[in-house]
């Protein structure tokens, strides 16, 4: 019984070591909480001249499941982008969802904002260094999927092209060693092993855990 408990100690600390590691940079400066934007002819920008006062102010929603909510410069609401995160790249507004594990292209007219997915293509020309893993490709049967790693670090990310939501979900593992990034897709694998991204451990059919075999 003893050595059952301290075999249990000892993954829970390797876990634990897991999810302790440091948040890794991404190449882009996310937009923080009270951060100022502008769009100009449909270029946006973060650079607000201190007298300009034409511009939307990000703050963060309330309650569980928080994402970005933007005000007018007055006080009165904006729009919200439905993301934890967002950035500018070339002009354009980038925003990502933790829950939908999706990258999104951000237009605004008449005071109205749109949205668009962006594809696999437009996502790994944003992350060239990292590899896209689609949901899609995990087994219906298993939901495993195996990856060979060579002798670098792995950055991965996990790019969702369903209609699945993936709120609460993280990663965990007893016996391989990664990173995480500020965005819930995104881990740098450093040892090969199993991981696991799931729903707090769960396997069920609404909140089905997914594993990946590096090898």
């Known amino acids: ?7 249990l100690l000892i993954l829970s600390g390797l876990v634990l070591n897991v999810q302790a590691s440091e948040l890794l940079s991404i190449p ?40 970005s909510e933007f005000y007018n410069s007055d006080g009165t609401f904006a729009f919200t982008t439905g993301c934890q995160y967002e950035f500018i790249k070339n002009g354009d507004l980038i925003g990502y969802s933790n829950q939908d594990l999706k990258f999104y292209d951000y237009t605004y007219s008449d005071n109205l904002l749109s949205r668009r997915e962006l594809t696999e293509e437009e996502v790994q020309a944003l992350f060239p260094d990292f590899k896209i893993i689609k949901i899609s490709e995990f087994s219906t049967n298993t939901n495993s999927l195996k990856i060979k ?32 990034y ?14 696991q991204f799931s729903h707090f451990g769960d396997n069920t059919k609404n909140n089905p855990w997914f594993i990946l075999l590096i090898r």
């Open 149 to 180: 790693k060579d002798k670098r670090n792995l950055k991965i990310i996990i790019l969702n092209d369903t209609d699945r939501n993936f709120y609460n979900y993280s990663f965990t593992s007893g016996n391989s060693k990664f990173e995480l």
């Open 1 to 7: 019984m003893r050595k059952i408990f301290f075999s």
């Open 28 to 67: 882009y400066k996310g937009i923080k909480e009270e951060g100022k934007l502008k769009i100009v002819n449909d270029v946006w920008t973060d650079k607000v001249p201190r007298k300009d006062y034409d511009y939307f102010v990000k703050m963060i929603s309330d309650g569980t499941g928080s994402y």
């Open 182 to 195: 500020p965005l819930t897709g995104f881990i740098n694998i450093k040892k090969r092993g199993m991981i």
